[in-house]
């Protein structure tokens, strides 16, 4: 039976093969390394899903970095494929699908995660580079990784395709304009797959982090009007900053079996902020 499963990379954008059953592990192995790390969030998602016996690629353009993900993935008794490379390349992205379908025999689950953030730019701060750096990494990157995987995840019978987009998805007041624009652009492809592809067995879903400890790189615009109104926003509300592993908790959930009837959702992760 195939089945969805998740799988996520790197930190970047993980696909996945479940090859049996599998079980939780009750010694709390996943739970203890959560404290030695100091990762992003698609680290953390290839770490659970190896945890919960899936077998996964991990992508990242950091090449070191993805092989720390694998090998910290040895170290607790797992296994996992690392590949380094640029995911907004198209030629990347299809030699990352075939090498997960030659190495797992199909796919059951795509996460799209990698990122990076904008510079906190107003749209009148925002050049061109800025913008076109945010915008293929954050939403061309997905759109070619997941036309890639596709046909595979149809050729399963149907499949998980799980985003990691954000709180800046939901609202204006979380991040610069490019990034803002981004994010809202993916739960746009988000909810257009589910629809899609439903009928295929498909489902497509997002989370919205909100702020997560992680490594990902703000370098402020000196300049930038957003950061003087924008960082007084999301001071205000956010309260906690969540850990990686919480946000790879709901992807792991989104492409689990136990999500079968959830299709189009963008769920925030975020300790209530969106609530506010
Ligand atoms: N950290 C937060 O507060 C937060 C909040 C909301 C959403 N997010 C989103 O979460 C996702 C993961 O970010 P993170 O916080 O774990 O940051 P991170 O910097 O730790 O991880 C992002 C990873 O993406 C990789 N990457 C960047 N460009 C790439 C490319 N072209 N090809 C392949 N890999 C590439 C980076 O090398 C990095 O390892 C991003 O999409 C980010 O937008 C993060």
Redesign the pocket.
Known sequence: MRRPTAAPS????PLTRRPHEHHHDPSGRTQRRHHRRR??????TALKFAADGDRVLA????RD??EATVRAIEEAGGSALAFG?????QR?VDAVVERAVAAFGGLDVLV??????DRMSALGETDDAEWDRVL???LT?PFLLTRAALPHLLAAGGGAIVF?????GLRGG?AGAA?TAA?HGVIGLVKNLAVTYRDQGIRANAI??????????VDAAPEAHGPAVIGRLIGAVTGR??S?EE?AAALAFLASDAASFINGAVLPVDGGWSAV
Not at 10 to 13: A, E, G, I, V
Not at 164 to 168: D, G
Request: glycine residues 14%.
């Open positions: 790197t930190r970047s954008p990762s992003g969030i698609g680290r953390a992508v990242d353009v950091n970095g993805v490379g640029d995911l907004g390349e990347v799209n995660n990698a990122g990076v953030m293929r990494i954050n990157a990691t987009a954000s709180e800046a979380a990034y994010e919205a982090p909100g702020p997560t400890a992680t490594g990902i790189r900053i969540s990686p946000q």
